[in-house]
């Protein structure tokens, strides 16, 4: 079955294309996000998607489209309606764009996030794969979150801090304006703790190297052979070694002791079984 799958960034391509492929799909990536403000985090999101799609093999067809004015003429008025304008946009170029290259359907990486509208992203591609005529594929792919994290911060992918729009944009810092004082503390305690100055005086980013050691640990499980005995030694060491940085990079933004203390919790339970399974290996 071949698909045209629209893609909203790399991030949340990575799941659902190794999803799609494993299931023996033909998979060609297609990018239309026209409203991601400001212009420069619109760039950083496509290059982003460039560099990955280069790593992982993956056809991307490119519709390098900057429609904002296009976008706040239509929201502007009604701007509770924002999301199902910006999904019914992505959706129906996506349909079209498939329809005419002969597709067998679309589908989309938006059911991949789980901070999007799910029900009304499946409820808008069904609606527009009635009108366009070329069936919307379904699958709910935020079981997959983790993974996408976890291979973008390995790869040292640009990963977006909101979804994307003018309006994203302004709630994402009016609600951070409406943390509590013990929030704020919490949160400038944990970003400071993210560089380590040692005996020395060298100062270590642990964001940085928590995500090269993932990056490293993908490297080296390209140079074991793989046997029946190996395989899933490896599998489980990749997950492990991998899921270290992106827990940290979560940790690092932890809006409470309890959450900090959690994800952190978790980094060191994966660096004893990255251990564990080099050790066994």
Request: with cysteine.
């Amino acid at each position: 079955m071949s698909i045209l799958l629209h893609l909203c960034c790399a991030n949340c391509g990575i799941y659902p294309l190794e999803q799609l492929r494993e299931k023996g799909h033909e998979v060609v990536g297609y990018f239309f996000n026209p409203n991601i403000h400001p212009y420069q985090e619109y760039l950083r999101r496509l290059e982003a998607l460039k560099q990955y799609s280069e790593k992982a093999r993956v056809e991307v067809v490119y519709r390098e489209e900057y429609l904002l004015e296009e976008f706040l003429r239509n929201v502007s008025q009604r701007p509770e309606e924002r999301c199902s304008y910006c999904y019914s946009v992505r959706l129906e170029a996506t349909a079209q764009e498939a329809k005419k290259r002969g597709f067998d359907q679309f589908s989309t990486t938006l059911l991949q996030s789980t901070h999007q509208n799910h029900p009304l992203i499946k409820e808008t591609a069904e609606r527009i794969a009635n009108e366009v005529g070329i069936p919307f594929y379904y699958e709910d792919f935020r079981q997959g979150w983790r993974r996408g994290v976890e291979v973008s911060k390995a790869m040292g992918l640009y990963r977006q801090q909101y979804c994307g729009c003018v309006y994203s944009e302004k709630e994402r810092f009016a609600t951070s304006n409406k943390m509590s004082n013990e929030k704020v503390q919490m949160s400038n305690k944990v970003q400071s703790s993210n560089k380590i100055q040692n005996l020395n005086g060298r100062v270590f980013d642990l964001e940085e190297r928590t995500g090269r050691f993932g990056e490293a640990i993908i490297e080296f499980a390209k140079t074991l052979d793989r046997n029946e005995i190996n395989r899933p030694l490896i599998g489980q060491l990749v997950d492990a070694g991998t899921s270290i940085g992106a827990n940290y990079s979560e940790a690092d933004g932890a809006e409470s002791k309890r959450d900090f203390r959690h994800k952190i919790g978790i980094c060191k339970k994966e660096s004893k079984e990255t251990k564990q399974t080099t050790t066994l290996g």
